[in-house]
């Protein structure tokens, strides 16, 4: 099994997190560090991988192939992207993917959290690595990542949340709130408590006055002291 180290270039999303279909032709040029080739196991019926992928040393081994699948091979020269997807790279780590972007509309709100994500978007953000299907002319297509995957880790075409949704969280989160509040605690912390409960009855509100769209002020909520104390010990807040 040879080792090959190529730059690719695959398209990228109008607008990530908003507009998934990629007819403005954006870019973005990646490193393929990994084997040669790969061979993914297809069910010919379902077009699906039923297993896999293997490499060519793997498969040299005598593997056995799965009743009603066949080995497709896939030249990770010629096809960098497919093998990105699939194949056992090496260079996830070379890479700096800790740059942060936030979709239009989304804007800071002193004591919320704010939704972004993270950039350069890699090929297994704007790709299923595990929808990937075959034909029986061993064609590959692959599937582009959702707007609800992108926004709520959820696969497919889920519902994006609305306000309603916005103000049945807020509702559930200061029902979860009402054990933190108890008669003898600082009057500091007390305070604290009083401020995040107030800040849950104000978010819909504020996240409408500042144009935040709803799918995003979901994920927006109000920072509990909780996470503030955690932050403080060391960890972060996390972020959307």
């Given amino acids: 099994m040879a080792m090959i180290e190529l730059d690719f270039e695959f398209n990228l999303p109008n607008q990530h997190c908003v507009d998934h279909s990629q007819s403005e032709g954006k870019t973005r040029?990646?490193?393929?560090?990994?084997?040669?080739?790969?061979?993914l196991i297809v069910n010919n019926n379902t077009?699906?991988?039923?297993?896999?992928?293997?490499?060519?040393?793997?498969?040299?081994?005598?593997?056995?192939?799965p009743e009603d699948c066949r080995y497709v091979e896939v030249d990770c020269i010629t096809n960098p992207l497919v093998c990105q997807l699939r194949a056992p790279v090496i260079d996830e780590m070379?890479?700096?993917?800790?740059?942060?972007?936030?979709?239009?509309?989304?804007?800071?709100?002193p004591g919320f959290m704010k939704f972004h994500y993270q950039v350069p978007l890699r090929p297994q953000d704007v790709y299923d690595p595990l929808d990937i299907t075959v034909d029986e002319n061993d064609n590959i297509h692959l599937t582009?990542?959702?707007?609800?995957?992108?926004?709520?880790?959820?696969?497919?075409?889920?519902?994006?949340?609305?306000?309603?949704?916005v103000r049945n969280k807020r509702m559930?989160?200061?029902?979860?709130?009402?054990?933190?509040?108890?008669?003898?605690?600082?009057?500091?912390?007390?305070?604290?408590?009083?401020?995040?409960?107030?800040?849950l009855r104000d978010w819909p509100g504020l996240m409408q006055e500042a144009g935040v769209p709803p799918?995003?002020?979901?994920?927006?909520?109000?920072?509990?002291?909780a996470s503030e104390v955690e932050a403080l010990n060391g960890g972060d807040l996390y972020d959307i």
Avoid at 94 to 109: A, K, Q, R, S
């Fill in 29 to 39: 040029t990646a490193t393929y560090d990994g084997p040669d080739k790969i061979f």
């Fill in 47 to 65: 077009g699906k991988e039923e297993m896999g992928p293997i490499t060519e040393t793997e498969k040299a081994d005598g593997r056995p192939v």
């Fill in 94 to 109: 070379e890479e700096d993917y800790t740059g942060l972007e936030h979709p239009p509309g989304v804007v800071d709100i």
């Fill in 144 to 165: 582009k990542r959702s707007l609800s995957w992108a926004i709520m880790g959820v696969d497919g075409e889920a519902r994006l949340p609305n306000w309603d949704d």
């Fill in 172 to 199: 559930q989160l200061i029902k979860n709130s009402d054990s933190e509040i108890t008669d003898d605690m600082p009057e500091d912390l007390r305070a604290k408590w009083m401020d995040y409960r107030q800040r």
């Fill in 215 to 225: 799918e995003f002020a979901y994920n927006m909520e109000p920072i509990d002291p």
